[in-house]
C-alpha cells in the first residue's frame, strides 16, 4: 500500500479521513495502540456492531494497518509495525483535518 512518504501520507488520510468508515477505523486503531483485542471485546468497548468491526478490521488488516495471532474467536489484533512507527503522521493528519 506505501511506498514513500507521500503515499503513505495519502493513504492514510485516504484510509481515516477520506472515506465513510475512517472515523470507524480511527476508534478501532486507537483502542488497539492502547490494548490488543479481538473483535469481541473491540466491538462491546467501542459500543459497534461486531460485523462492523469485523468489515474494518479486515480493510485495515488488507491494507497491512493491522495484523493479527491466533484463530476463530480467540484472534487478537494489534497495530502492525507500519502503523506503530506512523502513528503520529497519522495524528497530524487527523489535526489538519480538525478530527484530532
Do not use: C
Not at 474467536?73 to 480538525?98: D, I, Q, W
Amino acid at each position: 500500500m506505501f511506498r514513500n512518504s507521500d503515499s503513505l501520507s495519502r493513504s492514510l488520510w485516504w484510509v481515516f479521513v477520506g472515506t465513510k468508515g475512517g472515523l470507524t477505523r480511527l476508534k478501532i486503531v486507537k483502542k488497539l495502540m492502547d490494548n490488543p483485542a479481538n473483535i469481541n471485546s473491540i466491538s462491546q468497548s467501542l459500543n459497534l456492531n461486531y460485523r462492523t468491526v469485523e468489515h474494518h478490521i479486515r480493510f485495515m488488516e488488507k491494507n497491512d494497518l493491522i495484523v493479527s495471532e491466533g484463530d476463530k474467536y480467540g484472534r487478537v489484533y494489534f497495530l502492525s509495525p507500519l502503523m506503530v512507527s506512523n502513528y503520529e503522521k497519522l495524528n497530524e493528519l487527523l489535526k489538519r483535518a480538525g478530527l484530532n
